[in-house]
């Protein structure tokens, strides 16, 4: 059973590392985009962490509507939890790590409608 997944989400590949609740790694693979929410939509409902940046929200709320609980990190703050070389893989198992600090802080997840007022400058279009 996979109790926490930390994604790092690219243009095209995306990198999930999961763990189960003894903390040992039960997967790490690259998904495309395209089957990002099959893959989610196949796991029972567990804590899902990624990086906040634009895309972000839009994956939290999909991958929530799953029935996931999905938190957003300051990308930061997971820094600290890298333990190599910089690359998708390893971003993934430290943004996993990172998500299941007690001490994290996390970002709300912005809907559309929140999405778009902050991308047009506070502005309606």
């Not at 994604?7 to 590949?13: C, G, L, Q, S």
């Not at 995306?14 to 099959?38: N, T, Y």
């Amino acid at each position: 059973m996979i109790a926490r997944i930390g994604i790092d989400i690219a243009k095209n590949v995306f990198h999930v590392h999961g763990v189960c609740p003894a903390e040992r790694q039960l997967i790490s693979r690259k998904l495309r985009r395209s089957q990002v929410l099959a893959f989610f939509g196949k796991l029972e409902p567990c804590l899902v962490g990624m990086e906040a940046c634009a895309t972000a929200h839009y994956w939290a709320r999909e991958i929530a509507a799953l029935g996931h609980e999905v938190r957003l990190m300051p990308p930061k703050y997971v820094k600290a939890y890298l333990k190599r070389q910089k690359n998708d893989a390893a971003d993934a198992a430290a943004i996993c790590e990172a998500v299941g600090r007690p001490d994290m802080r996390f970002v709300p997840v912005k809907s559309r409608d929140q999405r778009e007022w902050t991308e047009h400058g506070g502005r309606r279009r």
